[in-house]
């Protein structure tokens, strides 16, 4: 499973991006899908999931209220829409999937999901 993530970049405290992963390789809805982060001298961070039919979601509390996964298996693309940006948003954002068809109910950890994207880089300016 190849995932590319685009739509990072830079952008001023408050405003908004729309993070976009595309899939290739396996059926997209086999795939549960989520979003990570990693800023600098920090933890990688679970920030949201989505069940492979997109029916069920967890979130982070970090971000809650202020991001949204969802997914187009019709386009075998998840997105992250990120609104009220705060500088420390600031990390390389990645998308990653593991081969599940049940629903998704708590955080994971990074190492339960098998492909990961090679990162875009979210930049928060004030």
């Known amino acids: 499973v190849e995932l590319v993530e685009s739509g990072g970049g830079l952008v001023q405290a408050g405003g908004s991006l729309r993070l976009s992963c595309a899939a290739s390789g396996r059926a997209f809805d086999d795939l549960e899908m989520a979003w990570f982060r990693q800023a600098p001298g920090k933890d990688r961070e679970f920030l949201s999931s989505?069940?492979?039919?997109?029916?069920?979601?967890v979130i982070a509390d970090s971000v809650k209220g202020r991001f949204t996964i969802s997914r187009n298996n019709t386009k075998s693309t998840v997105y992250l829409q990120m609104n009220g940006l705060k500088l420390e948003d600031t990390a390389i954002y990645y998308c990653v999937s593991r081969i599940s068809r049940s629903g998704v109910y708590s955080i994971r950890k990074g190492i339960d999901y098998t492909y990961w994207g090679q990162g875009t880089q979210v930049s928060v300016s004030s």
């Open positions: 989505i069940s492979y039919n997109g029916r069920s979601t």
